[in-house]
């Protein structure tokens, strides 16, 4: 009959195209080297070349002394805060530590974690900041440009995990508190925004070490202040890139997790912790 | 054409078709008579306002954002919030004249020149008010010198930027003929400035045939252009929260969302813009009755579609049960940004519905007061978008609260007394209704 003929070449081109539409699309997504979707921490290592500095926090061993958060303080020139700003939530802390409760089988649970900057891989601050005074450094710090910030607090209203923090106002010191200032860090000033930087002051100095002493940056050299002091050693700092390294181990744990995974911004702290 | 205006105007109660001589002397007057102490008095009230706000940004500058109300983690307040308000006020121009010009309206004629007068007295303070929230305004220009442009706050720099030097050219280009009647009416009636502006303003308008040709062609081309402007405008005001992950900001609807509920705004403002103009220079015999029910038919479809999106919104957000999202929902609908919430669906949807749909008799009123509301209405739509998700982050880092401070409150209040003291002034020098529309007719 007639009337079968055309509809079985219709069928048989729609079946053709997209059988084309197929091909072309898995041939696109080979050849592209466009994101990788849902990554575990681990994985994702291998794919990048050089270094990819990352933090681990064990929650099972952290107590909450906050030993973390007045190292950071002092190591990074945090302003000191009046009881007025506190109340307004206007006391910048690099590191603070977030206390949540959760109520599972009728049972109040309390949780402590240490919160810094997540160092996204694709972080939104970045992405919203008008004046690129927000960035993705090579190695995987955010980092982020004073003198050019404009303050208009786009990047710590896109961040999804409230780690980037406004000066509201001048910060004041006394001079007794001004004088141990660390030189290797900036003091900031009013009117921009400001955020943890995994001690990139250190990573400079452990570079310029290696290099007089001619050899390659060693798993250890670079440490932050944080991880430094912490009592029960909770905290692990170094190269998610390098598979030797304590982090890239610790980081393939089961036990590993990072924190609103679902919102693909590809946080480099990752945290322990059992779940029950 | 002629005729449907010749119409409305038996409608009213005029027998004789329109007389342009009349025309031009009832549009013209309010720029030849002194003011009046009145007037004199309110718009020295007016400065003084401002001048009040201009020494709380001042002191805002030396002092930095500490002095606002805003703190962690509600990051953006007030001058975010009115940056989007006046942004939806200026929509109001381009708005009923772009649309209505291309359509070709009728009863649009006597409403354009006030409309776009609104366009350009609110869109410099929309402006300022962005500037005004920069923790660094000094460092404005980095915008431009450093430019990053997967920010969509860049691309509202773009998208205004191009909205306001068109609105600008529209303005000029629609007064042009105007400014000619203005020239050879006023000429030793006015002011020796004004005079000088009409002569200048005018750019040597003859009204030949060739350069009537080629100014509505022009009047058409930029209403075209200004349709797509307007849209992307609040789209991109939209997208600046839309796209971030923010709890109640992250939605594909906040763009057509912001666009609608600008428009109704601006509508709102045009509504009781053209009430005032038109009871303050007693022009009823030109802005005839007809005019503002087609006004009121529009509000009130404009109304609707606002209810429409909101509810959309609020359904698929309720019906998601996204734990983050919920929290800034149930602080909205129950919690502590319950009041304005309310206050803004009533402002928004119910109140101005109610005074639109009875507004056939008392239409001066019933439009007055629903464009008045729908502005507050809006104000609150635009609070309770802002705060409440501030207040509500991811991670429970404690529940948020900001109350507007005495600077912020100075500054809102110098910018709006800012936006009617332009608008007041315009109405002084400008002629309100564009005369060479209501002649083509």
Known sequence: ????????????????????????????????????????????????????????????????????????????????????????????????????????????????????????????????????????????????VYARCIGCRYCVNACP?????????????????????????????????????????????AKDKAREENRELREGDYTVACQTVCPTQAIAFGDLNDPKSDVAKLAASPRARRLLEELGAEPKVIYLQEVS | MSQSIAADLTAVGHSQAIDMERVEEAVLK??????????????????????????????????????????VPIFWGTYIINFVWFIGISHAGTLISAILRITDAAWRRPFTRIAETITIASLPFAVTCVIVDLGRPDRLLNVLLYPHMTSPLLWDVCCITAYFITSCLYFY??????????????????????????????????????????????????????????????????????????????????????????????????????????????????????????????????????????????????????????????????????????????????????????????IERNLLWAGFIGNIGMWLERYTIIVPSGSRPFLPWGIGHYALSMVEWAIFAAWVAGFFLVFFLFARVLPMLTIWEIEEA
């Not at chain 1, 509201?168 to 955020?195: A, T």
């Not at chain 2, 718009?43 to 002095?67: D, E, R």
């Not at chain 2, 009204?207 to 349709?227: Q, Y």
Request: hydrophobic share 45%.
């Open chain 1, 1 to 144: 009959m007639p009337s079968e003929k055309p509809s079985k070449t219709r069928k048989e081109f729609i079946v053709g195209a997209a059988a084309a539409v197929a091909a072309a699309a898995a041939a696109w997504a080979k050849i592209s080297p466009g994101k990788k979707t849902a990554s575990s921490p681990a994985k994702s290592a291998p794919e990048r070349r050089g270094h990819r500095w990352g933090m681990v926090i064990d929650l099972d061993r952290c107590t909450g002394c906050q030993a973390c958060g007045v190292a950071c303080s002092v190591e990074c020139n945090m302003m000191l805060g009046t009881p007025e700003e506190a109340s307004l939530g206007r006391v910048i802390r690099w590191l603070k530590i977030l206390p949540e409760t959760t109520i599972r089988d009728g049972r109040v649970r309390q949780s402590l974690k240490p919160m810094l900057c997540q160092q996204c891989d694709d972080p939104p601050c970045v992405h919203v900041c008008p004046v690129s005074a927000t960035f993705l450094s090579p190695e995987g710090i955010v980092g982020q």
């Open chain 1, 161 to 205: 995990y409230t780690c980037k923090f406004f000066n509201w106002d001048e910060p004041q010191w006394p001079q007794d508190v001004r004088m141990p200032f660390n030189p290797d860090v900036s003091v900031r000033y009013k009117g921009i925004v400001e955020k943890c930087l995994f001690c990139h002051h250190r990573l400079q100095r």
């Open chain 2, 30 to 71: 309010p720029l030849v008579n002194p003011a009046g102490w009145r007037f004199a008095a309110f718009a020295w009230l007016l400065a003084a306002v401002f001048a009040t706000g201009l020494a709380a940004w001042a002191w805002q500058i030396h002092k930095c954002l500490g002095v606002t109300g805003l703190g």
């Open chain 2, 173 to 362: 280009i629609a007064l042009i003929p105007d400014f000619a009647t203005c020239r050879d009416r006023l000429a030793g009636k006015v002011s020796g400035w004004k005079e000088k502006l009409y002569r200048w303003g005018a750019f040597g308008w003859k009204g030949t045939e060739a350069e009537v040709r080629v100014h509505r062609g022009f009047m058409t081309a930029l209403s075209i252009v200004l349709l797509a402007l307007v849209v992307s405008v609040h789209t991109n005001v939209g997208f600046v929260f839309g796209m971030t992950s923010k709890p109640g900001w992250h939605t594909a609807v906040i763009g057509p969302y912001f666009v609608i509920g600008a428009a109704f705004q601006g509508l709102g403002a045009l509504s009781f813009f053209i009430v005032l103009v038109r009871r303050a220079f007693h022009l009823e015999w030109i802005i005839p009755e007809e005019g503002l029910q087609q006004l009121r038919k529009f509000f009130l479809a404009l109304t609707c579609f606002w209810g429409y999106f909101t509810g959309a919104e609020l359904l698929t957000t309720f019906y998601g049960q996204h734990t983050a999202e919920m929290a800034v929902f149930n602080a909205k609908w129950f919690g502590q940004y319950s009041v304005s919430f309310w206050a803004m669906i009533a402002g928004c949807f119910f109140i101005p519905f109610y005074l639109l749909v009875t507004g056939r008799k008392n």
